[in-house]
């Protein structure tokens, strides 16, 4: 007995050596703790429960409460499924239990389960629950009968050897497709054959089209999002939801909208596709997603967005292709190119006094006063330098600017500038400095620099420099102060510095980020948001911070 009890404790010490060698985090998180937000405006699939409608769409389960007529975040990888671009779903209803297909095999969610589970490893078409068991089927036409508990494979069979009464998830093969004397709300024209023309001339068709014992009306427009309607007054809605693009490199809240964009369209469009680009926003007050396409917009000039800032009702678009200027209430647009005086039309960062937008570009700096809009270059060096401006940022008294060629300040009052290498030692302005500021965050008390050399710390009290813990094994994509944690988006994840301790905290997609790649973090209060490649994702990180 005492030996084996040795034996335990050495597994344990071992497993704890190992965890702490590759920083290893085990956590137990709740339903809810990670959302992640994509493009959910294709439906390919819908099911009935107790008390909600699930859709399946191209970025997670979406369920929608059928008596209080809304709909909650989606389920998502960032809840444990393998995969979250759906191609059915079903509610067991002996169960309570929700079943999803998709390319990676079945996820199911069983209502006191904390995350989703999985099963099998390869594409679902279809899927559905009869006779005691989940039945699913494979993309090359195998039947798997399922266990409706654990998933367990009971057994494999042809179609032809399937039970006749099993309830199947509703997709565009088994929908209806009479749309006789309906309406549709909206600035849309209707058309019986399911097809809808929005206002652009843009052709959409229902996919699925299912009515309940209710007559309540749930279906799915490819491209515009899902349906809901009343059958006894042939009345359709239309509602969208999630971003337009999951590639996210720009964040930003106003004071009840959050404005989410990116600098990559998630695939090459043809001109005439009715794929939606641009600026997607969530109004708060609403409870409502709304787009601005760059392609309607002709100041917009472009999809590939590199920064978003708000200010005093205007939302500032740094593009690859010049600052566009939206006024929400009015519903006007402003474009600022090079023909106007920006040193290029390349806006890689935008910082907004009250009276002056800093604009740095790939060529230099530029002042914008407000409201005027009137646009001056701002040169660092006496030989005026073409100088790439990778981040700008507000603080106590110093306007920051990260470049390629160092750090360089700007005092609020007097405009006077001032030139700092990768130790916080200041230099001429004219010197050359083998190292560039990637990223910039400021608080009341500190103004932290991430360069590519290491992180280093500006204390706004006593005017102090000194270094933080080395993160030179990953590259930073932008960092975000909250207290006394430092936040770092990284191609690897996200990590949580202390500053008090210098404790670290690692994020990836095993916990519930929606992509690896975090190229913008954005905290608020007990959440932080975080843009990828594949998503926007919050986390209730208060909840577990040490």
Not at 49 to 63: A, E, M, N, Q
Not at 108 to 133: D, F, M, R, S
Not at 174 to 188: H, K
Request: proline share 2%.
């Amino acid at each position: 007995m005492k030996k084996n009890k040795i034996v335990i404790l050495g597994i344990l010490l071992f497993i704890t050596l190992i965890s702490a060698k590759n920083k290893v985090q085990i956590r137990m998180y709740e339903m809810g703790d990670w959302i992640t937000y994509k493009n959910c405006n294709y439906i390919t699939s819908l099911c009935e429960g107790r008390d909600y409608v699930y859709f399946g769409t191209s970025g997670g389960i979406l369920p929608y409460h059928r008596f209080q007529e809304f709909a909650e975040p989606p389920y998502t990888i960032s809840d444990g499924m393998s995969n979250d671009d759906i191609n059915c779903v079903i509610y067991n209803h002996t169960t309570s239990s929700i079943w999803t297909g998709h390319k990676e095999g079945v996820s199911y969610l069983h209502p006191a389960a904390v995350k989703w589970e999985n099963c099998l490893n390869e594409e679902i078409v279809q899927i559905g629950t009869g006779t005691g068991y989940i039945w699913v089927i494979s993309i090359d036409g195998t039947v798997y009968k399922l266990e409706n508990l654990s998933g367990m494979i009971i057994s494999t069979m042809t179609f032809d050897e399937m039970p006749k009464d099993i309830t199947w998830s509703i997709t565009q093969d088994n929908s209806e497709d009479n749309f006789n004397d309906y309406f549709i709300t909206g600035n849309y024209s209707f058309h019986n054959d399911g097809k809808i023309i929005d206002n652009e001339l843009r052709e959409y068709h229902i996919n699925i089209f299912y009515k309940d014992s209710s007559r309540d009306i749930f279906g799915g427009i490819n491209g515009l999002g899902f349906i809901t309607g009343d059958d006894n007054i042939k009345r359709l809605n239309i509602n969208h939801y999630g971003i337009m693009q999951n590639f996210v490199n720009a964040i930003e809240f106003s004071e009840n909208s959050l404005w989410i964009a990116g600098e990559q369209p998630d695939y090459q469009l043809p001109f005439n596709s009715t794929e939606k680009t641009g600026i997607s926003c969530y109004n708060f007050d609403e409870e409502k997603w709304h787009y601005l396409e760059d392609r309607f917009i002709p100041e917009l000039a472009t999809n590939r967005i590199l920064d978003l800032k708000w200010k005093n009702g205007k939302l500032w678009v740094g593009t690859m292709q010049g600052l566009s200027i939206y006024k929400q209430k009015e519903n006007t647009w402003k474009r600022l190119s090079v023909t106007k005086g920006l040193k290029s039309e390349i806006i890689q960062t935008i910082a907004l006094e009250d009276s002056i937008a800093w604009i740095g570009t790939s060529l230099g700096l530029n002042m914008v006063s407000i409201p005027e809009l009137n646009v001056e270059q701002i040169y660092f060096t006496k030989n005026r330098m073409h100088i790439n401006i990778n981040k700008i940022e507000i603080g106590h008294e110093n306007v920051w600017v990260g470049t390629n060629n160092g750090i360089y300040s700007i005092n609020r009052k007097n405009h006077a500038v001032s030139h700092y290498d990768m130790n916080g030692d200041e230099c001429d302005l004219n010197d050359a400095v083998a190292s560039e500021c990637l990223a910039i965050t400021s608080n009341d008390s500190l103004t932290v620099f991430k360069t590519t050399k290491n992180l280093m710390q500006f204390d706004n009290k006593n005017g102090k420099w000194s270094n933080l813990p080395d993160y030179h094994n990953f590259y930073i994509y932008d960092i975000a102060l909250d207290g006394d944690y430092l936040w770092l988006g990284t191609p690897e994840g996200a990590i949580l510095l202390n500053i008090n301790d210098a404790s670290e905290e690692h994020y990836t997609m095993s916990d519930g980020l929606c992509g690896n790649n975090v190229f913008k973090i954005i905290p608020d209060g007990d959440w932080v948001w975080f843009g990828t490649e594949n998503g926007l994702t919050k986390y209730q990180w208060r909840k577990y911070a040490k």
